[in-house]
């Protein structure tokens, strides 16, 4: 069984960066057909992708994040991470990782999410 | 790249059946069948329901079911039962390798 753990700070002050990591567990990061992907969600409201990444390191970002948006995969520690510059209080989300999976064209695992607060 | 639109609240009696709807365009919805479905408890993450429009992952009750006709896919929940309750999400792909998701519908079962 595929697991997904999301860590990082819970609380970023305006005009940082945010950065967080996804830990896989149950299953190869390496094998292809998959993407490592990011999705918010606001308080109280719908899902937002926000980008993902294949074991290669083939990123693709939502364009309204794009310029602030980085997402990187280190393979040797099944991991894959999320770093989004010039944060404001409306970056103020639950972020979660998940797994997409080319063959059904959808995202088939999900870590817990974590709340991360944008505040000073 | 809008978000996709779902109405914001959905109920039925247990037993009975709903239909959540998720309306795009012909560059997301209407454009691609891949449609996904996503139920989310309260504060848990979402659970992959029907993906590839109309299909079911292995565990998920054949009481989902999921179709589309032009811009707009549909998730039905037939033989509703409480543990149905929840927040649903409709997600589509965008092209140019981007997903979008709808609002969100709150299911409430009677």
């Known amino acids: 069984q595929v697991q997904l753990q999301e860590s990082g700070p819970g609380l970023v002050k305006p005009s940082q960066t945010l950065s967080l990591t996804c830990t896989v567990s149950?299953?190869?990061?390496?094998?292809?057909?998959?993407?490592w992907s990011w999705i918010r969600q606001h308080p109280g409201k719908g899902l937002e992708w926000i980008g993902y990444?294949?074991?290669?390191?083939?990123?693709y970002y939502n364009p309204s994040l794009k310029s602030r948006v980085t997402i990187s995969v280190d393979t040797s520690k099944t991991q894959f991470s999320l770093k989004l510059s010039s944060v404001t209080a409306a970056d103020t989300a639950v972020y979660y990782c998940?797994?997409?999976?080319?063959?059904?064209?959808?995202?088939?695992?999900w870590g817990q999410g974590t709340l991360v607060t944008v505040s000073s | 790249q809008s978000a996709l639109t779902q109405p914001p609240s959905a109920s039925g009696s247990p037993g009975q059946s709903v239909t959540i709807s998720c309306t795009g365009t012909?560059?997301?919805?209407?454009?691609?069948?891949?449609v996904s479905w996503y139920q989310q408890h309260p504060g848990k993450a979402p659970s992959l329901m029907i993906y590839?429009?109309?299909k079911r992952p292995s565990g998920v009750p054949d009481r989902f079911s999921g179709s589309k006709s032009g811009n707009t896919a549909s998730l039905t929940v037939s033989g509703l039962q409480a543990e149905d309750e929840a927040d649903y999400y409709c997600?589509?792909?965008?092209?140019?390798?981007?997903?979008?998701f709808g609002g969100g519908t709150r299911l409430t079962v009677l």
């Open positions: 990444t294949s074991y290669s390191g083939s990123t």
């Open positions: 997600s589509s792909y965008a092209g140019s390798n981007s997903w979008v």
């Open positions: 149950g299953g190869s990061i390496s094998s292809g057909g998959y993407y």
């Open positions: 998940a797994r997409y999976y080319d063959n059904s064209g959808s995202f088939d695992y």
């Open positions: 590839e429009v109309t």
């Open positions: 012909s560059s997301d919805v209407g454009g691609y069948n891949y």
